[in-house]
């Protein structure tokens, strides 16, 4: 049996001793070697070809997000980052993830933690998915993106009409972060509709996403709150650990979040939104999904399309990290596009009659 070859890298000898004793009670993963900061990864990546990387980010003489930049430069290998559930933790995986990152894990606390049994299911099953990624997808995600120059963003509130005809609806999971710069970041600063997003992704992380895609991006982008109104030309991110969803009020639109029961293993779900805003009267909705594991949303797209949605979109197999969440939804014969991540946005712009400036 070829056993999946693992790097593990960070400056606790604890932490290392602890994480390769998780992974090597899998018996189809093997530890092949450990360092103490980044630029021991670096050269271990380079002498040993690990087929997967675990990464801490905070590290003397080379931190994890450095020797990350300089793994995808010089040899694409899949990486997960290790990370604590800090906000500054959180921002730093964001960026990790937007870097290059297959995905990341949250750190064990401690040995007898009693979060550690979930943190090995969860560190073993995305060591066995990141190993299953294609190289040439690492290789290509820091590239997909193509940055725009920022416009004056229009203020959301004055500028654009919380009274629209559209609406858009958007899911994705592993591999998201960067799908949705690329997607976000290519949106002009006078589309004039909302957009909500579900991003797997625990709480404050979905707040230093909303934060970090808000900086770089022409149009707004929101962590969304309960009872918040839509506007045009925002992005609404559903906040981790909360199920977003829209209620119509005469010709106002607002947001719901709720601590639901998890639907397909997710709170926020994609299936919960899709159907949400598929049920809603409204001239034109749109719906895409995007890289993600399982197949969450796919049934929500299905619904959509029986109540006439105007359009439904499914990223292609050849961009997703992991080609799950659209897969499933093009099996069910609801898709009436499959492009590459960096098309989606010029055809949600054509779909929705929108020019660029």
Do not use: W
């Amino acid at each position: 049996m070829i056993k999946i070859k693992v790097l593990v890298v960070d400056d606790s000898v604890f932490m290392r001793k602890l994480i390769s004793r998780l992974i090597e009670e899998d018996p189809t993963l093997e530890v092949v070697g450990t360092a103490r900061n980044g630029k021991e990864g670096v050269q271990l990546v380079k002498e040993l070809r690990p087929d997967v990387v675990t990464m801490d980010i905070e590290m003397p003489e080379m931190t994890g997000l450095q020797a990350l930049t300089i793994i995808m430069d010089q040899r694409p290998t899949p990486v997960l980052m290790l990370s604590s559930l800090t906000q500054d933790g959180a921002s730093a995986t964001i960026t990790a993830l937007q870097n290059g990152a297959v995905d990341f894990i949250s750190k064990p606390s401690g040995p007898l933690s009693l979060d550690l049994i979930k943190v090995k299911e969860e560190l073993i099953t995305k060591i066995k998915l990141a190993a299953q990624v294609p190289i040439r997808q690492v290789f290509a995600s820091k590239r997909m993106a193509e940055r725009v120059a920022l416009e004056p963003k229009i203020d959301a509130l004055n500028g654009l009409s919380k009274q629209f005809d559209q609406i858009v609806a958007l899911g994705t999971s592993t591999g998201g972060p960067r799908a949705l710069e690329t997607v976000i970041t290519a949106l002009p600063a006078n589309f004039p509709y909302p957009l909500l997003v579900v991003q797997h992704m625990p709480p404050k992380f979905t707040k230093s996403l909303a934060d970090r895609l808000n900086r770089i991006t022409n149009v707004h982008v929101v962590e969304a709150e309960d009872n918040q109104l839509l506007v045009g030309g925002t992005v609404y991110i559903a906040p981790g650990d909360s199920h977003i969803t829209v209620v119509q009020s005469a010709r106002e639109y607002r947001v719901r979040l709720n601590k639901g029961p998890l639907v397909n293993g997710h709170r926020p779900s994609v299936d919960v939104l899709f159907h949400s805003v598929a049920k809603l009267k409204i001239p034109k909705r749109h719906f895409i999904l995007m890289t993600g594991m399982g197949s969450d949303g796919a049934d929500g797209m299905y619904e959509a399309k029986k109540l006439g949605a105007y359009s439904t979109i499914a990223e292609s197999k050849e961009t997703c990290i992991v080609y799950g969440m659209p897969k499933s939804a093009v099996e069910l014969g609801c898709v009436d596009y499959i492009i590459p991540v960096h098309q989606i946005t010029s055809k949600l712009l054509r779909v929705t009659g929108v020019q660029k400036h």
